[in-house]
């Protein structure tokens, strides 16, 4: 079956220094990716999501691009901020069956 | 417009106990999630409905249900509460207006949640 595989945290990272969570996946077909963030005390919300292979979905200064080559969707940003520290969420759908399928989250401090 | 709303915020209960969740979507979504989060597991799918139908179900035990209302406002049904249930349980909801083919990549909108705690 369809599976996303992220990279365990947490990850700590001083301020304005570059941020990549991994993130791979197992699908058959032409799955969407995303991914979410859960900042504390909150539900989850969307940051940025591609559709297709080569797509890259960009959002706040975060990037990510859909590699079907090697089954990956990686987050990164040049620049983190402690307003960035949150727990990501990688997470796919497929054509047919509206589930998503949500990785088990990366927590990201980061430290003025 | 108003967000999604989870009720209640916290619930403590005993083992064996039932507890009954829930979630108004936002105004026009006619699709409803829900989602069990823990630590170790991060986010695991409990069902989906549309149009008070269950769309989707994932692997949990049949102590597990819900249902979804005609004003697509859903509730959540855990009955015998084991200690291991305890969790973040996750709304969510979407827009689809029609079961297209590409409706499956629509962005889920969260509500924050209801945190149950089984003693």
């Known amino acids: 079956g369809n599976s996303v595989t992220q990279m365990e945290g947490p990850v700590t990272l001083s301020e304005e220094a570059f941020l990549t969570i991994n993130c791979t996946y197992t699908?058959?077909?032409?799955?969407?990716l995303f991914w979410y963030v859960q900042y504390p005390g909150e539900g989850l919300q969307l940051l940025l999501k591609?559709?297709?292979?080569?797509d890259k979905g960009s959002n706040k200064g975060f990037e990510a691009t859909y590699r079907k080559e090697t089954t990956s969707f990686h987050l990164e940003k040049g620049s983190v901020q402690v307003s960035d520290s949150a727990v990501y969420f990688c997470?796919?759908?497929?054509?047919?069956?509206?589930?998503?399928?949500f990785g088990t989250g990366t927590r990201l401090k980061v430290l003025a | 417009k108003a967000g999604v709303t989870q009720t209640p915020r916290y619930l403590i209960k005993t083992r064996g106990q039932q507890v009954t969740l829930s979630c108004s979507p936002i105004?026009?979504?006619?699709?409803v999630s829900w989602y069990q989060q823990t630590p170790g597991q991060g986010l695991q799918f409990l069902f989906e409905?549309?149009?008070?139908?269950?769309?989707n179900k994932g692997n949990f035990p049949g102590r597990f249900s819900g249902r979804q209302f005609s004003n697509s406002r859903s509730e959540m049904n855990v009955s015998t509460l084991e200690l291991g249930d305890s969790a973040l349980y996750l709304c969510?909801?979407?827009?689809?207006?029609?079961?297209?083919?590409?409706?499956?990549?629509?962005?889920?909108?969260f509500g924050s949640g209801t945190q149950l705690s089984v003693l």
């Open positions: 105004s026009g979504h006619r699709s």
């Open positions: 591609a559709t297709k292979a080569d």
């Open positions: 699908a058959t077909g032409y799955p969407s």
């Open positions: 969510a909801s979407r827009q689809t207006w029609t079961l297209s083919f590409r409706a499956f990549n629509e962005k889920l909108f």
């Open positions: 409905y549309f149009s008070e139908t269950q769309r």
């Open positions: 997470a796919l759908t497929s054509s047919g069956t509206y589930k998503y399928i």
